[in-house]
């Protein structure tokens, strides 16, 4: 047992104990002494063990990233689509109060229907800048693609049968007359040129359908997509892949075509109400 004289050792020894703790926390938590030399500093990273610490923290960052990345892009889009939607249809209502459902807004049934479909529908949108039939430069320095990446020619993407417009959210609208329904077909890039430009993500193919003498907005509605999945990038056939992807989000309200192949069964089930049937004019 430590034996003490006086009380002048007992402060001394409590002295250099108080300083041994002051030494300790200051080695232990400040910043600057964890990375200056100091002949008390015993516990400190060195710069091996900072640099494997930002290699892990890079690896996992780059396998993370990509994947957040994507999620927030496919958000972006299915947001923009939902906007679009909104106002479109909403734009629809608005005409079809004056001019019925939009089958019967062209008696003349050929492509000129396209000037008269915007004439009617227009008013009803926020339009800030107007193209026509002609194609503007700015689109043929822009690449269209299907959802599996392949082009989609210029003369396919805003046609010159397609009366074009820009929205006030920057959205390109491309409206046509579809000979086999009847009714007025819309090529819509809901991002403007921002890309990716891309069928199934910020393209679509939208119709104003109608349904019991009703407005209602559907994708590329014809009788035949019900026999295939009209929105994956290995589908087979001659028409684009991504075409009918429109359909899906309708129904559904996402975008799952973007990381998985939609079944037959589901796809089928999904657009059977948003299909018009052969011979018909108007979904059942």
């Given at each position: 047992?430590?034996?003490?004289?006086?009380?002048?050792?007992?402060?001394?020894?409590?002295?250099?104990?108080?300083?041994?703790?002051?030494?300790?926390?200051?080695?232990?938590?400040?910043?600057?002494?964890?990375?200056?030399?100091?002949?008390?500093?015993?516990?400190?990273?060195?710069?091996?063990?900072?640099?494997?610490?930002?290699?892990?923290?890079?690896?996992?960052?780059?396998?993370?990233?990509?994947?957040?990345?994507?999620?927030?892009?496919?958000?972006?889009?299915?947001?923009?689509?939902?906007?679009?939607?909104?106002?479109?249809?909403?734009?629809?209502?608005?005409?079809?109060?004056?001019?019925?459902?939009?089958?019967?807004?062209?008696?003349?049934?050929?492509?000129?229907?396209?000037?008269?479909?915007?004439?009617?529908?227009?008013?009803?949108?926020k339009v800030v800048e107007i193209w026509g039939f002609d194609r503007p430069?700015?689109?043929?320095?822009?690449?269209?693609?299907?959802?599996?990446?392949?082009?989609?020619?210029?003369?396919?993407?805003?046609?010159?049968?397609?009366?074009?417009?820009?929205?006030?959210?920057?959205?390109?609208?491309?409206?046509?007359?579809?000979?086999?329904?009847?009714?007025?077909?819309?090529?819509?890039?809901?991002?403007?040129?921002?890309?990716?430009?891309?069928?199934?993500?910020?393209?679509?193919?939208?119709?104003?359908?109608?349904?019991?003498?009703?407005?209602?907005?559907?994708?590329?509605?014809?009788?035949?997509?019900?026999?295939?999945?009209?929105?994956?990038?290995?589908?087979?056939?001659?028409?684009?892949?991504?075409?009918?992807?429109?359909?899906?989000?309708?129904?559904?309200?996402?975008?799952?075509?973007?990381?998985?192949?939609?079944?037959?069964?589901?796809?089928?089930?999904?657009?059977?109400?948003?299909?018009?049937?052969?011979?018909?004019?108007?979904?059942?």
């Amino acid at each position: 047992m430590l034996k003490l004289g006086c009380q002048s050792d007992v402060q001394e020894i409590l002295k250099r104990v108080q300083d041994d703790i002051n030494i300790f926390l200051k080695r232990t938590y400040s910043l600057i002494n964890l990375f200056t030399y100091s002949p008390y500093k015993k516990a400190a990273f060195t710069l091996a063990e900072i640099l494997i610490t930002l290699g892990i923290i890079g690896v996992v960052a780059a396998m993370t990233l990509p994947v957040l990345i994507s999620k927030y892009q496919e958000r972006s889009w299915l947001t923009s689509f939902k906007r679009t939607y909104s106002v479109l249809y909403q734009a629809y209502l608005g005409a079809y109060q004056e001019n019925g459902i939009a089958s019967t807004w062209c008696p003349a049934k050929n492509t000129d229907c396209a000037k008269t479909y915007f004439d009617i529908l227009s008013p009803y949108l926020k339009v800030v800048e107007i193209w026509g039939f002609d194609r503007p430069d700015i689109l043929y320095q822009v690449t269209y693609t299907d959802i599996d990446g392949s082009e989609i020619k210029s003369n396919n993407a805003f046609p010159t049968t397609n009366y074009k417009f820009v929205m006030n959210d920057g959205t390109i609208i491309g409206i046509g007359y579809d000979g086999d329904l009847n009714m007025p077909l819309l090529q819509v890039d809901t991002n403007g040129l921002k890309g990716p430009n891309q069928l199934g993500k910020d393209y679509f193919y939208i119709t104003l359908n109608s349904k019991n003498n009703y407005p209602v907005i559907s994708g590329f509605a014809k009788w035949w997509m019900s026999g295939s999945v009209y929105c994956s990038p290995v589908r087979t056939g001659s028409w684009w892949k991504g075409g009918g992807c429109s359909l899906w989000v309708i129904s559904t309200g996402n975008m799952d075509y973007l990381h998985r192949n939609l079944t037959l069964d589901e796809w089928k089930n999904a657009i059977s109400s948003l299909i018009v049937k052969s011979g018909d004019e108007s979904l059942k």
